[in-house]
């Protein structure tokens, strides 16, 4: 029998002053059972950075195709498309060219550094493509604010992103690779 995916809800409240984005989404988490709780948090600050009223989550880990996050105009075209981990150059060349934008959260500390040196000669190939690495400090406090119902407030300002709930608050550092 199959495992079923967890369900969380997060009420994500967002002040972007660099874009001028204030919003706030009720949203449902799917986590799949072979999905860590840091990776589903990490899905959650790639919404905050990201975040506007067409932004959804893909079906992620169980469906290949779609990335974690991407937002489609009405024509079905793919303006914003983010990934999270350390995808192959199949995929990295599939996300470059089919979204105007694509973004990669790559982690896992040393293995991304090793993986960002193996695919960086594809990566620099595409203008639209933006790698960015979260390390595992930042994972690990990422898991530390999971909860089945969550109210979480993020703040970003001058570059800066700030995380926080009932249980803490955290600086998000995501590093530009390369």
């Not at 600050?45 to 067409?54: I, L």
């Not at 790698?131 to 407030?153: D, H």
Request: include cysteine; proline fraction near 2%; charge should be negative.
């Amino acid at each position: 029998m199959a495992l079923k995916s967890t369900i969380f809800k997060a009420e994500l409240s967002i002040a972007d002053m660099d874009r001028g984005y204030y919003a706030t989404h009720a949203l449902t988490i799917a986590q799949h059972p072979s999905e860590t709780d840091e990776r589903m948090m990490l899905r959650l600050v790639a919404f905050a950075r990201h975040a506007s009223e067409t932004l959804e989550f893909g079906r992620g880990i169980s469906d290949e195709e779609d990335p974690s996050l991407w937002q489609r105009s009405l024509t079905e075209e793919i303006e914003l498309w983010i990934d999270l981990g350390l995808p192959d150059e199949k995929r990295i060349k599939r996300a470059a060219q089919r979204a105007n934008e694509a973004w990669i959260y790559a982690y896992g500390g040393s293995a991304a550094d090793i993986w960002f040196g193996k695919n960086q000669s594809e990566i620099r190939r595409f203008d639209n493509l933006h790698v960015v690495s979260v390390s595992p400090e930042i994972m690990s406090g990422l898991a530390g604010l999971i909860e089945r119902t969550m109210q979480l407030q993020c703040t970003i300002q001058d570059g800066e992103m700030w995380l926080s709930s009932d249980k803490g608050s955290l600086q998000v550092v995501v590093k530009e690779m390369g």
